[in-house]
């Protein structure tokens, strides 16, 4: 006792209690997936608050000298399979009551109860100090070590704070309408059951309205089913606002809807509205689901879920390296289906797995914040089969070997879905999100990171020859980009099934007269040749600018590969916007092929005797002052942009490279370069930049030049953005990472000036790396989305491992019967040898 004694005493100056703001890691190792549940619990460095697995502290301590480590057990106890009660005498657990997790009848997140041993050890010796141990310690030591545990323990982690965010998925206003609403005396009163549309007699999706107590059937679902439209047709005659969806009626609310509002609203004098028409709110019981259970329900009669999830079947767990499953943290299951093929790529293994201990022997001194760890971590914890393992069941004996069921234990990627998504409007959220926009972010971190040494990403980089030619010069121009996917595009007008199609929407059309609900539509059935048709088939340009004739005329442009990568991503664009502008999903199946020769899609540059554009810029915007280098922009044409829910700097782009022609110029050019990379990027006008070496406009920032700099960009690199975005510091930051492969061009000698700058050296710089081979590919996974809409469903991945097609649904990892090829989002293919 004396020892410990005095080795606490000779580390009680390193010890802290947690302040306010300090993050305390005591969920999650920084290094592996190890958590207090895990066979040697956690250690939580008692100075630094990071969190440390047994295989790991040692390594902690060696880099750091930090001695004392608040050591963290839990055991998971036996749960009784009744719901109403436990024989911990815990009280019994409710089921959700509400679309929301985090508060008063959402979601319980902690669903396992567990017994917690907690004491201090002291590296190296790993000496244990319980809590007895310090009740017989000298009051200095007694009191500091005690603040410090307690502290700990009370702290909120920060994988608990991310996961745990109070979300509410049935988040309603007030209406405006409600607390004046008008009711007519008309006497009218409504039975407490019985109900039917007024119009066609419908049974079920009734609304009552508010104002008259009309009983009218709700709107047509997308499939077809549903109401048919009728109390919305009322209020397009009367203008009366609120309705009242009759069976959801209980003593605590109902589902009432705004048309004016054009939404679920909340009316705080409902009990009084329904008074009004003899309907005793305390005594009604729910009939009818509620707009969230329909919107699940909706959903799921999609019948993507079923065929997606292969769930018509018996599918065999597997388990072992590289089947390792991953936990949903709230919609991130487009993180998971990404990550899981990533790294099944060898690139990806190569940088992040095969240097793991490398990686970790250089990590900074908070690693939770470190990309190349994060990244690192991940990769092992999917290949490496420590967590492929069957997740134990609630009613099991810990000390007992589990049986095997489709869930794993698995891994949950807190930290480095935390990182990833750190600053990110988005990405940051709970929300679900779109698999290949997170793709590519995740694409462009790695870009940011791997300026130097080897670059995974390459393995998907490719340029793409765009050709266009002036059609009344017959001259050529040819130009190349980047890019990293192929979005295919689907010519709903190529459907092999057209004819039942057609016959589908005369039935729908003589239902909805007849006021009868309407059967599913049938999906589409698109030939894949017809999509890669739509990509290759030349593209019709009506305001050109040609250089040959100096006026505006029509020209065709071709888009060609430049370079195969080694790896193609295919993107299905499912997702597009109908005339009314709102966002939705095209029902297709696409006969995907398991092998692909695109070699007939190959550029050609230049042909013999092809005559080229002059390169002469356009002329400029006219402006009322020639001392002005900006353009002036119609500000009506960005509003009328903006109002659409584009982002700014595109609308400004859009009526830039238009010419101010109109609201649908700039609105063609939107819907042709939403998927561009650098769509939403700050708009860069000739006038702003300068050429390096020439004479700057303006003064740059030597305090933005410094901080540009400490980012790890050369002092020619940061000047260059921000003399490219009128010296603003913000904008500058994000022009440089979008134009991260013309900066790489700019290799810096020792003597602080670029390549292209230094004497003697006149070549132009190199483009960027690309990998080039034979366009011939085999299919190697495949991401589906089940849902409406990117903002909304499931995603889940098949991958081929050893021939055999594997499902990796969240935790559960299955050997796949019948993969749905046909109904992926995004392809991912790999060359194939000659």
């Not at 009163?189 to 999706?205: A, F, H, M, R, T």
């Not at 490719?462 to 190349?480: D, G, N």
């Not at 994000?734 to 000036?753: A, K, N, P, Q, T």
């Amino acid at each position: 006792m004396a020892e410990l004694n005095e080795v606490l005493m000779s580390v009680l100056s390193t010890i802290r209690v947690p302040r306010p703001g300090d993050r305390v890691h005591k969920d999650e190792c920084a290094f592996s997936f190890a958590s207090p549940e895990s066979e040697g619990g956690l250690y939580v460095c008692m100075n630094t608050f990071l969190g440390f697995g047994s295989q790991y502290v040692d390594r902690h301590y060696r880099k750091t000298g930090q001695k004392a480590y608040l050591h963290i057990k839990r055991t998971r106890r036996v749960q009784k399979e009744d719901d109403n009660s436990s024989g911990s005498g815990d009280p019994p657990k409710k089921k959700p009551t509400r679309l929301a997790i985090g508060i008063e009848g959402g979601f319980d997140v902690e669903q396992d109860q567990y017994d917690e041993d907690v004491k201090v050890v002291l590296l190296p010796d790993r000496q244990e100090v319980t809590s007895e141990d310090l009740a017989t310690m000298p009051d200095v030591v007694r009191e500091r070590v005690s603040l410090s545990m307690a502290g700990l323990m009370a702290a909120d982690s920060v994988s608990h704070t991310l996961q745990v965010q109070q979300w509410d998925g049935e988040v309603r206003q007030e209406s405006k309408h409600a607390a004046d609403l008008q009711q007519l005396d008309n006497g009218v009163k409504i039975p407490p059951s019985g109900w039917k549309c007024e119009v066609c007699d419908l049974q079920e999706n009734l609304w009552m309205n508010l104002t008259d107590g009309k009983v009218l059937c709700g709107r047509r679902y997308f499939d077809g089913s549903g109401g048919n439209n009728h109390a919305l047709q009322h209020f397009q005659q009367t203008g009366y606002p609120l309705a009242v969806k009759l069976g959801t009626i209980t003593p605590d609310g109902a589902d009432v809807y705004s048309y004016d509002e054009d939404d679920m609203v909340l009316d705080s004098k409902l009990p009084e509205h329904l008074a009004h028409f003899g309907i005793d709110m305390m005594t009604m019981e729910k009939t009818e689901r509620t707009m969230t259970e329909l919107e699940i329900a909706v959903n799921q009669r999609v019948g993507e879920w079923e065929v997606i999830q292969e769930s018509g079947t018996t599918l065999r767990p597997l388990w072992g390296p590289g089947l390792t499953g991953m936990k949903n943290l709230g919609n991130s299951c487009y993180l998971n289906s990404v990550m899981q093929v990533l790294f099944t790529v060898p690139d990806f293994q190569r940088k992040y797995v095969s240097n793991i201990e490398k990686i970790f022997e250089d990590a900074p001194s908070d690693p939770t914040q470190d990309f190349k760890t994060q990244v690192a971590k991940l990769g092992y914890g999917l290949l490496s089969g420590e967590y492929s393992k069957p997740a134990p069941d609630p009613g099991d004996d810990p000390s007992s070997t589990p049986e095997p069921r489709g869930d794993q234990v698995g891994i949950a990627p807190r930290m480095f879905k935390a990182l990833i998504g750190r600053g990110h409007p988005e990405f940051s959220t709970n929300r679900q999100q779109d698999a290949q926009e997170f793709l590519l972010h995740f694409i462009n971190m790695v870009e940011r990171n791997c300026r130097s040494g080897e670059n995974p990403s390459e393995a998907f980089r490719f340029l793409v020859e765009e050709r266009i030619v002036c059609q009344q010069s017959q001259k050529a121009k040819y130009t190349q980009r980047v890019d990293y996917i192929v979005q295919l595009p689907v010519p709903m007008d190529q459907a092999t099934n057209k004819e039942e199609l057609q016959e589908a929407e005369r039935v729908r059309e003589a239902a909805e007269a007849a006021g009868a609900p309407t059967p599913p539509a049938p999906r589409a059935c698109i030939p894949f040749t017809a999509c890669l048709a739509a990509l290759s088939e030349p593209e019709t340009l009506t305001d050109f600018w040609s250089s040959a004739v100096q006026s505006k005329t029509t020209a065709t442009k071709t888009t060609r590969f430049a370079s195969f990568p080694d790896y193609l991503i295919i993107q299905i664009k499912k997702f597009t916007f109908g005339l009314d502008w709102v966002p939705k999903k095209l029902d297709v199946s696409i006969d995907v092929p398991d092998t692909l020769d695109l070699s007939a899609l190959c550029g050609t540059g230049q042909q013999p005797g092809e005559e080229l554009l002059p390169e002469v810029a356009p002329p400029p915007l006219i402006t009322p002052d020639v001392e002005v280098k900006a353009p002036v922009l119609d500000d009506s044409t960005v509003s009328q942009l903006c109002e659409m829910g584009f982002p700014l700097e595109a609308c400004r782009k859009a009526v830039y490279y238009t010419g101010n022609t109109g609201i649908d110029a700039a609105m063609n050019w939107v819907m042709g370069h939403m998927d561009d990379p650098d769509f939403s990027a700050p708009l860069v006008l000739p006038a702003c930049s300068s050429a390096p070496g020439s004479t700057p406009t303006e003064t740059i920032s030597e305090e933005h030049l410094a901080t540009i700099v400490s980012m790890g960009f050369s002092r020619d690199q940061a000047t260059r953005a921000l003399r490219a975005t009128s010296n603003v510091l913000e904008r500058a930051v994000d022009w440089i990472f979008s134009h991260l492969d013309d900066l790489e061009s700019m290799e810096v000698s020792e003597g602080g000036r670029s390549a292209g700058e230094s004497e003697g050296s006149r070549e132009p710089p190199p483009g960027p790396r690309v990998r080039d081979g034979p366009g011939k590919y085999e299919l190697f996974a495949f991401i589906s989305h089940m849902g409406t809409s990117t903002m909304c469903g499931h995603y889940v991945c098949h991958i081929k491992k050893d021939q055999q097609w594997v499902i990796f649904n969240d935790q559960k990892v299955c050997a796949s019967e019948k993969p749905p090829k046909d109904l992926g989002y995004l392809y991912f293919y790999r060359r194939v040898s000659e």
